[in-house]
């Protein structure tokens, strides 16, 4: 896995304010999202095109 700087990481502006966000951070051609509740299960990486099928579902 990929280690990410801790500064990168930042709650998504999608995220509605409960306990259910989740952060984002830049890494390399993707972007790194994991949940705020429970950081130390790691993150996954999001490449745009898997993160536009994704959402359009």
Do not use: F, Y
């Not at 790691?42 to 536009?52: E, F, S, W």
């Amino acid at each position: 896995m990929t280690s990410i700087d801790k500064r990168l990481w930042r709650k998504s502006r999608h995220s509605n304010g409960d306990a259910s966000c989740i952060e984002v951070a830049p890494i390399d051609i993707a972007t790194g999202v994991r949940d705020t509740q429970d950081r130390s299960r790691g993150h996954l990486a999001v490449t745009p095109t898997h993160g536009q099928t994704c959402c359009a579902r």
